[in-house]
């Protein structure tokens, strides 16, 4: 007979990612049925055009997160292990130093661009008809300068992950992504239907959430890691870019490979084009968004287990990913059945997604989940040589790939996930071989670094 204690989580590392991954699937939950209720929101007051446009703006605004030269997760690791070690004061200048050195990059970001944000031909760039270029130009100009503030105050996210407190960075996501719904409720009670009113709203929200839950925490829960100015120490700031750099530089790779394709799509097609694509990722990121759930705290807890040579506990949370990432491939190819009348509801069938980009886009999400296992677990034990060179391969490959997948094999927007999920499936064998090595203590060279 099995005893029922075999299915008991005795170590505390698998029972605080069992609470987050509780909380933070009802919150998430929460999270996703907001997000999809102000799709048919701004589409009542924003014709397919317009739509395309902004959501091309939302993805070039997201390549600005890359500013924070890996600031960011540099930050997460090294506050994982000194709140691992109880280094409290050493947390401390951590953050304050990280605070201080985004404050000097994004302070510096917002000036230059207010100088040369007016001389770029924003239309031209997003394909854009000339009608809405008063209103693009102006949407640009909030956008831009929020995102910069956003990018300091969303640092409190870090503090969470560093203590492993996912399910309370998904509950201030939530705040963030209802106070968006309630503004834009508002704009559609002042018949306010810009572009730019739309772009304010959810570029303002985040800022304004952020900045009150990063004051609570601050004097409160984690008063003895609050910001000082007197703890900013500038060798500090080298400690977290030679791993920061690294982080920096993949992230670019990424942004190439995941968040260029609306950018792409907008430039070879038209921004109506977009909202086709757009709508379809939506949907069917719920695969993403139930693996992300679980995935979640691996990183930081990762950290946690490699600090204390806890080698078990990590091959042992690998294999229950896998056994995840088994069944949301299920629900996937459900979704996939599904989709049409799906999107007919939430278009109020204004929007109609082939087939073939539904099921690529399946595939895009597959390949993508089982992928960031492997990566999760290299950020982790802080072993990203080889996703660096790898990640700077695909950025390279990707875009050409995309390019001659859509116009010369004429398979149209279908093409750019298609070449997106070629490179993560080269990039993940690597990956996957360095995980092996490192976990069997194998690992030498660049295997180790």
Known sequence: MVSPNKFQLRNPKSKTIARNVFFSLFIKGLN?????LTIPLVLSFLNNTQYGVWLTLTAVLGWFSLFDMGFGNGLRNHLTVAVTDKNFKEGKIYVSTTYAALFVIFGSLIIIFLVIGPLIDWV????????????????VLFAICFIFVQFIVRIINVVLLAFQRTAMVDFINLLVQVSILAGLFVLKVLHRYSITDVTIVYSSMPVIVFLFIS???????????KPSIYFVKASYTGKLLKLGIKFFIIQIAALVLYASD??????????ADVTVYSIAFRYFSLVSFLFTVALSPFWSMTTRAHTEGDWRWIKRSVKKLKYLWALLLVVGFIQLVIAQPIFALLTNSKVVVPLTLSFIVVIYFVVSNWCSIFSNFQNGVGKIQIQLYLSIAAMIVNVPMALFLAKTCHLGIVGIPLATIFTMLAANTVALMQYNKIVHFKAKGIWDK
Do not use: G, K
């Not at 996703?32 to 999809?36: C, K, L, R, T, Y």
């Not at 760039?125 to 809405?132: G, V």
């Not at 609306?262 to 097609?269: D, G, H, Q, S, T």
């Open 32 to 36: 996703i049925s907001v997000n999809f």
């Open 215 to 225: 004051i609570i925490l601050f004097f409160t829960t984690y008063a003895h890691l």
């Open 262 to 271: 609306n950018f792409i799509i907008a430039r070879l097609f038209t921004p």
């Open 124 to 139: 031209s760039l997003f394909n854009a008809p000339e009608y809405i270029s008063r209103d693009l130009n102006n949407a």
